[in-house]
Structures are given as structure tokens and as C-alpha cells.
């Protein structure tokens, strides 16, 4: 059981937009830790796609986006492309725990 | 430009040892805090454990405790795992992440390796 909640898959077809929900407690992202997002492609080491909640690292399209409010955060991916079909994982600070904890990650389908 | 670059991993028997390294290079390894990351097979990513960017700090998952000490000699920016007392939970593939500054604070991880596999099996 990870101490971040995320749903284990969303999908959508070409062009729409999806969002994938992490959810956290008062330890962690109610706190006020940041959480960062990253992207892991089929058969690749994870890549940081969103930092500090919102920001996009250079290289990172404008297509991905991250808000935060409370104790959650959420990932939203507009103009769904195939090539962003993968997994996707929030990760943020825990403080009762002393480290990084991460969310159980989503995988998305581009149907 | 950065790479890291893990090694070491392999099959190893409950109860043995295992030290891993990552090879690190394309940044000023000294003043960064590094991490390392597994992640089991099909399963989601697990931190391990938290070096500071000059070895003073260090910070582990409960899983690990008492069991894995990670190190770093920044002579030859290159981060270790010494892994003690396997299990057969702890086959993962691990990696090792650069943190965003000195790994003694919330932060997060900007650059990746690619992974080593290790495999705890009689």
C-alpha cells in the first residue's frame, strides 16, 4: 500500500484530455511538501516531467501540467499523443516517515 | 550532459550481500545529495535510501533499515548500496537518481540510470 494514492489506469483516444489524481495526507502533501511527477515509457528508467507542483522541466511539452490543492495533486495530459502511453507516478516528502514516498502509479492506454 | 550509470547488480542467494555502484558523470557529483530507487518487477517505484552531497546525512526507507547502508566517494563520483541480510522482497530493478540539490532536504530527482537488476533467489 503506497502512502500516495493514485488510480491504477486511465485511458483516453488521441486528442482528449485526462487527469491522474494523487492523493496524500497531512504527513506528506497536506503538509505542504511539493509533489513532482514522473513519466516511465515501456522498458525505461523514469523521467521527471513536472517539478514543484507545476513546473515543466526544459523539454517537457506544455501538453503536461500539475496543480495541487490541500492534500492533492493531480497530472493533466492534454492532446493525447500514443507515444505518452505508459506509467506515471507522484512522488513527494513525508515527514512521520523521514523520506520520499511515491504513489503506486497509473498507467495510461491510448486507446 | 548527465549520465548515471549502475552496476553490480546480479542473482544472489537470501541472506548474501550485494554492493552496487553508479558511475556518475556530466555534473559536479560533490555538491548533489543522490538517491537510490528500486522498483520490483510489474510493481511500482520504491525510494531506498538518501545520501547528502557530502556523505554527512543519511536517510533510509523502513523497509531497508538496519540492512543497507548507502555511501559515496566523491574522489571518484561514484554512489554505492551495500545491501545486507537479502531478501527475496528486495528483488528490484534499482536505480540511482540525482537529487536537485544537496540531499538533506524535501526535493526530488532530476536525472536517472537506467537500472540494475537484482535478483534474490536460492
Known amino acids: 500500500q503506497s502512502v500516495l494514492t493514485q488510480p491504477p489506469s486511465v485511458s483516453g483516444a488521441p486528442g482528449q484530455r485526462v487527469t491522474i489524481s494523487c492523493t496524500g495526507s497531512s504527513s506528506n502533501i497536506g503538509a505542504g511538501y511539493d509533489v513532482h511527477w514522473y513519466q516511465q515509457l515501456p522498458g525505461t528508467a523514469p523521467k521527471l516531467l513536472i517539478y514543484a507542483n507545476i513546473n515543466r522541466p526544459s523539454g517537457v511539452p506544455d501538453r503536461f501540467s500539475g496543480s495541487k490543492s490541500g492534500t492533492s495533486a493531480s497530472l493533466a495530459i492534454t492532446g493525447l499523443q500514443a507515444e505518452d502511453e505508459g506509467d506515471y507516478y507522484c512522488q513527494s516528502y513525508d515527514s512521520s516517515l523521514s523520506g520520499s514516498v511515491f504513489g503506486g502509479g497509473t498507467k495510461l492506454t491510448v486507446l | 550532459q548527465v549520465q548515471l550509470v549502475e552496476s553490480g547488480g546480479g542473482v544472489v542467494q537470501p541472506g548474501r550481500s550485494l554492493r552496487l555502484s553508479c558511475a556518475a558523470s556530466?555534473?559536479?557529483?560533490?555538491?548533489?545529495?543522490m538517491h537510490w530507487v528500486r522498483q520490483a518487477p510489474g510493481k511500482g517505484l520504491e525510494w531506498v535510501a538518501v545520501i547528502s552531497y557530502d556523505g554527512s546525512k543519511k536517510y533510509y526507507a523502513d523497509s531497508v533499515k538496519g540492512r543497507f547502508t548507502i555511501s559515496r566517494d566523491n574522489s571518484k563520483d561514484t554512489l554505492y548500496l551495500q545491501m545486507n541480510s537479502l531478501r527475496a522482497e528486495d528483488t528490484a530493478v534499482y536505480y540511482c537518481a540525482k537529487d536537485v540539490i544537496y540531499g538533506d532536504s524535501p526535493a526530488y530527482f532530476d536525472h536517472w540510470g537506467q537500472g540494475t537488476l537484482v535478483t534474490v533467489s536460492s
Open positions: 556530466g555534473f559536479t557529483f560533490r555538491t548533489y545529495g
